[in-house]
Nanobody, 125 residues
Framework: QLQLVESGGGLVQAGGSLKLSCAAS????????MGWFRQSPGKKRELVAAITWSGRTTDYADSVKGRFTISRDNAKNTVYLQMNSLKAGGTAAYVCAAEHMLWPPSRLEGDWRSWGQGTQVTVSA
């Protein structure tokens, strides 16, 4: 239902920070759960973080909890992923996804109907 476009990826040193953005267009952003997945060669796509449509509840993978923060600005139809203390394992294509009133967030790709094209994050070690 939503068109999603990510931005903000790039090359960063281990221990550094990066902030990703996902801009959405469509009528259902304010009622959609938003999520960030990441995909790297040889690894299964994993859900990194998710946030409810209201922004009042969030969920994180154990591997990033305490270092990553997901947030949203419904007035701008945009969701963000602030990544701090980046590690080599954070190298991946980060992809934005959306699904209407999905909570708790699903780890299954098929449960999310809207997807962006992804933005590449490379962490040098």
């Amino acid at each position: 239902q939503l068109q999603l476009v990510e931005s903000g990826g790039g090359l960063v040193q281990a221990g550094g920070s990066l902030k990703l953005s996902c801009a959405a267009s469509g009528r259902t952003f304010n009622s959609s759960t938003m999520g960030w997945f990441r995909q790297s060669p040889g690894k299964k796509r994993e859900l990194v973080a998710a946030i409810t449509w209201s922004g009042r509840t969030t969920d994180y993978a154990d591997s990033v909890k305490g270092r990553f923060t997901i947030s949203r600005d419904n007035a701008k139809n945009t969701v963000y992923l602030q990544m701090n203390s980046l590690k080599a394992g954070g190298t991946a294509a980060y992809v934005c996804a959306a699904e209407h009133m999905l909570w708790p967030p699903s780890r299954l790709e098929g449960d999310w109907r809207s997807w962006g094209q992804g933005t590449q994050v490379t962490v040098s070690a």
